[in-house]
């Protein structure tokens, strides 16, 4: 990996830490003005712990509340294209999970307060700064992308494939400018609140991993990796529309058109 690219990941990851601490003050914030998206957030925490109160009726682990949820989607004559579906449901569902503590024990409550928030928290895949535009299921790259990431690691053309997951993982944690190194970002004087959580960017990471390991070639260009990323936010779309259809009913429109894509 060239020393400068090296550089360029310790001087972004360094900035991290500041960033969760600001993203984690500001939804305090906007939670406190926004009365109305906080008695959302409350009724579809309430509902939630109803339709999850039908398969977890007492403590269970990690593994067990995720098969409890899974063979629960596939029974229920609710759902439809639960063949499609279930699968998606079942992935946003250990994704929630692996953010809470492993040895942790869940009842209703607790499933749902963690899958609520995690589906609230991954919903800002599509918010991330000069990546694309659209909500998740409509979301498309920007020109933007391409440039703000072949600024990065400028002057080298391709990035290693092998990097390219710890690379949006920076891009992502450190919002607009701020993924130059401290020397470029003099003229930066970009201000407003975080536009996502932490958690969409451990995702991306996540799922740059699993792409990488089947790219054949050693090295993506810059419009590679912005393709890589849209796929990253279908992906959430899809496992958030399947969540949502699965545990809360409202969702069959998208979910048997985005089936019949496939």
Same mark, same amino acid.
């Given at each position: 990996?060239?020393?400068?690219?090296?550089?360029?990941?310790?001087?972004?990851?360094?900035? *991290?830490?500041?960033?969760? *601490?600001? *993203?984690?003050?500001?939804?305090?914030?906007?939670?406190?003005?926004?009365?109305?998206?906080? /008695?959302?957030?409350?009724?579809? +925490?309430?509902?939630?712990?109803?339709?999850?109160?039908?398969?977890?009726?007492?403590?269970?682990?990690?593994?067990?509340?995720?098969?409890?949820?899974?063979? !629960?989607?596939?029974?229920?004559?609710?759902?439809? @294209?639960?063949? !499609?579906?279930?699968?998606?449901?079942?992935?946003?569902? @250990?994704?929630?999970?692996?953010?809470?503590?492993?040895?942790?024990? !869940?009842?209703?409550?607790?499933?749902?307060?963690?899958?609520?928030?995690?589906? +609230?928290?991954?919903?800002? *895949?599509?918010?991330?700064?000069?990546?694309?535009?659209?909500?998740? +299921?409509?979301?498309?790259?920007?020109?933007?992308?391409?440039?703000?990431?072949?600024? &990065? =690691?400028?002057?080298?053309?391709?990035?290693?494939?092998?990097?390219?997951?710890? =690379?949006?993982?920076?891009?992502?944690?450190?919002?607009?400018?701020?993924?130059?190194?401290?020397?470029?970002?003099?003229?930066?004087?970009?201000?407003?609140?975080?536009?996502?959580?932490?958690?969409?960017?451990?995702?991306?990471?996540? =799922?740059?991993?699993?792409?990488?390991?089947?790219?054949?070639?050693?090295?993506?260009?810059?419009?590679?990796?912005?393709?890589?990323?849209?796929?990253?936010?279908?992906?959430?779309?899809?496992?958030? /529309?399947? !969540?949502?259809? &699965?545990?809360?009913?409202?969702?069959?429109?998208?979910?048997?058109?985005?089936?019949?894509?496939?």
């Amino acid at each position: 990996m060239p020393v400068a690219f090296t550089l360029l990941l310790r001087a972004m990851k360094c900035q *991290a830490q500041l960033v969760i *601490a600001v *993203a984690a003050v500001s939804s305090v914030a906007q939670a406190r003005l926004s009365r109305h998206l906080l /008695d959302d957030a409350l009724d579809d +925490l309430a509902k939630c712990t109803r339709v999850a109160s039908k398969f977890l009726t007492a403590p269970v682990s990690r593994e067990v509340a995720v098969e409890k949820a899974f063979t !629960y989607c596939t029974t229920d004559s609710q759902v439809k @294209e639960s063949k !499609y579906v279930c699968p998606h449901f079942k992935e946003g569902v @250990e994704r929630a999970l692996e953010h809470q503590d492993y040895d942790k024990q !869940y009842d209703a409550a607790e499933f749902c307060e963690a899958t609520e928030q995690y589906m +609230l928290d991954i919903r800002g *895949a599509s918010r991330v700064p000069r990546t694309g535009t659209g909500a998740l +299921l409509d979301f498309k790259i920007s020109n933007q992308c391409e440039d703000a990431v072949a600024s &990065a =690691f400028r002057p080298q053309e391709k990035l290693e494939s092998s990097a390219v997951p710890d =690379f949006w993982y920076a891009m992502c944690m450190n919002q607009d400018c701020a993924h130059f190194l401290q020397s470029r970002t003099k003229w930066c004087n970009v201000q407003r609140a975080p536009t996502h959580s932490y958690v969409v960017c451990e995702a991306v990471r996540r =799922f740059a991993m699993d792409e990488v390991e089947v790219h054949e070639e050693k090295t993506m260009t810059p419009k590679q990796i912005c393709e890589l990323y849209g796929e990253f936010v279908k992906e959430m779309g899809i496992d958030v /529309d399947s !969540y949502e259809h &699965a545990i809360h009913h409202d969702t069959a429109k998208r979910v048997k058109e985005h089936s019949q894509k496939k």
